[in-house]
């Protein structure tokens, strides 16, 4: 700053303090006592401030990067991903929190969340892990039981329902009427696909809660072809957050694995 724009400042803080603080002698200014006593006393409360913000700034490093997780994806999608995980930087620290509620991020101590939705929630910044597509799955055993070829033979198949998830849905997209409601009907996406595996019918699943049980057999795909979901898995978080460098970490983490999911062709396009 040139010395005109220091003097201008200096007579502004002297205006809004009400005092001199310095004396001036023609083109040298000495600081009066008592602009020194309030010099030592702002340096000391700045001092307090830097620790302080130090102090806290580092707590970010060391507290807990807690994650509240929705309880689906957290009992099938990351389970086989966890030793992955744990082993990587990202996963130092770490406090996953399978629950059904949306927490709040700004009040429930939830520093991220990996939740499922169209993603939009206002007031946080989110990235997109996968969207899902609905596919029909089976036991082996059921499908030796009720061979199908066509769409048209699901109709006269045993049915596993999920309230959410209507298999009307799938046989209107390929411009078949849906049969009257028969089977089982659940309410949670894990019991469904386990009845599935227990061989008590064929089941309209979101395909991201599958990928275990089709990779060890113990669910087939009858027939190919799956149905567009709207809704997909997003990683959400807080723009503003003190742990945003360990967040992102994880988050791309997240989004790396999702990726290598894609490529190998286990997530339809």
Not at 9 to 17: D, G, M, S, T, W
Not at 65 to 75: C, D, I, K, N, P
Request: charged fraction near 25%.
């Amino acid at each position: 700053m040139t010395h005109g724009a220091v003097s201008q400042q200096i007579r502004k803080l002297e205006a809004e303090l009400g005092a001199r603080l310095f004396d001036r002698r023609g083109n040298d200014m000495a600081p009066r006592p008592e602009a020194l006593r309030l010099a030592e006393a702002v340096a000391r409360a700045m001092g307090i401030l830097h620790e302080a913000v130090a102090e806290f700034s580092g707590a970010a490093e060391h507290d807990p990067l807690v994650v509240s997780l929705e309880t689906q994806f957290a009992a099938r999608w990351l389970p086989p991903r966890l030793p992955r995980l744990l082993a990587h930087p990202a996963g130092t620290n770490i406090n996953l929190l399978p629950e059904d509620r949306v927490a709040d991020l700004t009040a429930d101590g939830v520093d991220m969340a990996i939740r499922y939705g169209a993603g939009h929630w206002a007031g946080l910044e989110s990235a997109c892990l996968f969207t899902e597509t609905i596919i029909p799955v089976c036991s082996p055993e059921t499908l030796k039981a009720h061979p199908v070829a066509h769409w048209q033979d699901l109709l006269k198949a045993p049915l596993v329902h999920h309230r959410g998830r209507p298999w009307g849905m799938w046989f209107e997209t390929f411009g078949l009427n849906a049969p009257p409601l028969r089977g089982p009907v659940f309410e949670d996406s894990g019991l469904q696909v386990e009845a599935a595996v227990r061989g008590l019918g064929f089941a309209l699943v979101r395909n991201g809660l599958v990928e275990a049980e089709i990779a060890d057999g113990r669910l087939v795909r009858p027939l190919e072809g799956a149905v567009a979901s709207k809704f997909g898995y997003f990683v959400v978080w807080r723009p503003d957050s003190r742990k945003l460098v360990r967040i992102h970490a994880l988050r791309d983490w997240l989004l790396a694995e999702a990726e290598a999911l894609s490529v190998r062709g286990s997530r339809p396009a």
